[in-house]
């Protein structure tokens, strides 16, 4: 296995023990993290979301798949792998199975780019039912959701300091 292919899996083995702490340690100081619904985050930021999500997570397990990675020339290194999340979504107590690509670039043998990719309507039908499923893939939903996340995750950071 390749060295930054065992980075991906102990990140991930990390998440499914919610140990946020060894999480933070795969991350660059320079890192910059995408997802659908937190968009844009920085060092600080993704350590405290990750933080968040494991402190509130009850029943996560996660799976990875697909691990790969490949040296581009001698300064990039980029890998990937498939993450399946399954947990009970706590606002409203259902059920949520999230399939999740996520791509990375490599830094001085961390992440300094993570991304991760997955269907938000897909996640919105699962986690909200009726109202997900009707109006889950329009911004009258997906906006509100993300305006949630970033108040939930300021107020976290602000509260831990």
């Known amino acids: 296995m390749q060295r930054y292919e065992q980075l991906i899996e102990n990140f991930y083995a990390a ?16 890192v910059i993290f995408y997802d659908p619904v937190f968009e844009n985050l920085n060092f600080e930021e993704v350590k405290a979301m990750w933080e968040m999500l494991c402190k509130r997570a009850t029943d996560l397990r996660v ?8 040296k581009l020339n001698e300064d990039e ?26 791509d990375f670039r490599f830094r001085d043998g961390l992440f300094i780019e993570h991304m991760d990719s997955f269907d938000l309507y897909k996640w919105s039908k699962q986690a909200l039912g009726l109202p997900g499923l009707l109006l889950g893939w329009s ?5 509100p959701i993300r305006k949630k996340a970033k108040k939930s995750l300021r ?4 509260n831990r300091q």
């Open 15 to 30: 998440l499914n023990r919610r140990d946020y702490r060894t999480m933070a340690e795969c991350y660059h100081p320079d």
């Open 63 to 70: 799976t990875v798949s697909n691990l790969d990675s490949e």
């Open 77 to 102: 290194e980029y890998g990937s792998c498939r993450w399946v999340a399954e947990y009970t979504f706590t606002g409203t107590g259902r059920k949520v199975i999230n399939v999740v690509e996520a």
């Open 139 to 143: 911004g009258f939903i997906q906006n």
């Open 155 to 158: 107020q976290f950071m602000e």
